[in-house]
């Protein structure tokens, strides 16, 4: 996958997290290895259809880092992962989704995004099912890590 | 939500299921509550984009009745939800929403499908993020139970 579609939700991501909750996250090493799967307690799920390509976006916390977000964006912490924990993993899908498309579209690439769902579970893993390349892309922070996947299936 | 919309994604499960594996559901009752959640093992999401709504379709399984179906289907049982059940719930995923894309592309109702995502990991639970109305649908079978939650953010 070309690494202009790719670094666009990265940064989108970086951004939303650090303006809306002060939370500076640290990219890992992307992995591109089939065998690899996000895991988190709490993720956010995004499809997305354009005129060439469709595909899917996740972004998966740790129960640690979601419930600081919240403490963060908020003031105030939940003592497990409820359903405004759940709105907001939807809002941070939407939003760091609603920035790469931006930032895609200027680029001459466009997509539609389907309504985010939020998977929640302790240790759930995610596989987005797609015949074309996969980037997992693991994130680190003081509060707990996250994870990244991105696939289309075309590019 | 319009019920002539929700019965196609119904029936096509249904059918999906008794005709690849044998396996008949028993729809229950649907639910409409907000606080109600579909619960499951093993899950395939998809979202949907079409030229005047969004929204997103998931069906989840309990372990038994999935590694039942990978049996039924494939004549080989897992023991526990592997690589193999996550692809067979990412085709059944595939199956079901193409089933009733079809069905609804003839009534006028028009959308493309993202890619499909499958979540594993025992008892998570799934929250469609949509303003409109979401339709919580549980069945039973021999082998377990599925719960098919589908949204769109209008009709």
Avoid: W
């Avoid at 990265?10 to 065998?35: F, R, W, Y």
């Avoid at 922070?141 to 590019?155: P, R, T």
């Amino acid at each position: 996958m070309n690494v202009e579609f790719i670094n666009p939700f990265i940064s989108s991501l970086v951004n939303v997290l650090e303006t809306m909750a002060q939370t500076k996250l640290q990219p890992g090493k992307p992995k591109k290895k089939g065998d690899e799967v996000a895991v988190g307690d709490v993720s956010g799920l995004i499809g997305m259809v354009g005129p060439q390509v469709k595909g899917s976006f996740s972004i998966s916390f740790e129960e640690s880092l979601a419930l600081e977000i919240m403490q963060r964006m908020l003031g105030e912490k939940p003592a497990k992962i409820n359903a405004e924990v759940t709105d907001m993993v939807g809002e941070i899908t939407n939003m760091v989704t609603g920035g790469a498309k931006l930032e895609l579209s200027g680029k001459g690439y466009d997509f539609d995004m389907a309504t985010p769902i939020v998977v929640s579970g302790k240790q759930h893993t995610i596989t987005h099912k797609v015949d074309g390349p996969k980037i997992i892309l693991p994130f680190s922070s003081d509060a707990g890590s996250a994870y990244l996947e991105i696939c289309f299936d075309k590019l």
